[in-house]
């Protein structure tokens, strides 16, 4: 049973562009959200979070929003760069469990 | 870079046989996870250890243990080695563990059982 959901497995945008990664999640406990962003060879790099008492939280580029009577959260990019092309985690948690992760998304930005 | 180092980075093996790897944690995190990423799969949570201590287990197999020594470095002990243990293996790192702590990840260890 998959308590986090990436339903896109893929993504192409524009340079440019925008690009919306989406997340859903079923647990509605959850109350930390996070993102990272995975390059090939790497390990997955803390992109940003949102806390359940906000609904959007942003820096530079990345937005997330957070939905939670949808359960629902996504990352915007603007706008999308060719270096953001990578696979996109988002992972969610409450209390002090651990991370409960999706599949991810990847992300191709063409120039 | 992230802080989160990890060895060796490739490791190839036959079935039946057991490995280590190892982790050393950002300085000042006292929290290591493990994860497990399979072919096409997502980040699999295996365990949590707190200074120390083992704190949280997801879907770790018994052929599978960690330990955290007192510096805080962490090793996992992967046995009785199957083809399907072939996966890249990720530690990170947190502060404290707890609610709202961001965990830091290390490279990986590709692990290939042959």
């Known amino acids: 049973d998959q308590q986090v959901k990436q339903n896109s497995p893929s993504l192409s945008v524009q340079e440019g562009r925008i690009s919306i990664l989406n997340c859903d999640y079923t647990n509605s406990m959850f109350d930390y959200f996070l993102w990272y962003k995975k390059y090939p060879a790497e390990g997955p790099t803390f992109l940003i979070s949102?806390?359940?008492?906000?609904d959007k939280n942003e820096d530079g580029r990345f937005t997330v929003f957070l939905n939670k009577s949808a359960k629902h959260l996504s990352l915007h990019i603007v706008p999308s760069q060719p270096g953001d092309s990578a696979v996109y985690f988002c992972?969610?948690?409450?209390?002090?469990?651990?991370?409960?992760f999706g599949k991810g998304t990847r992300l191709s930005v063409i120039a | 870079d992230s802080g989160v180092t990890q060895t060796p980075k490739h490791l190839i093996t036959a079935t039946g046989q057991r490995v280590t790897l190892r982790c050393s944690p950002r300085s000042g995190d006292l929290s290591v996870y493990w994860y497990q990423q399979s072919l096409d799969q997502g980040l699999q949570f295996l365990i949590q250890y707190y200074n120390g201590e083992e704190r949280a287990k997801g879907n770790i197999l018994e052929r599978f243990s960690a330990q955290q020594f007192p510096d805080l470095h962490s090793e996992l002990n992967l046995s009785s080695l199957e083809l399907g243990d072939s996966a890249l293996y990720f530690c990170a790192s947190s502060e404290a563990g707890g609610s709202s702590d961001t965990q830091y990840f290390g490279p990986g260890t590709r692990l290939t059982v042959l």
């Open positions: 992972g969610c948690m409450k209390g002090n469990t651990p991370l409960v």
């Open positions: 949102i806390s359940s008492i906000k």
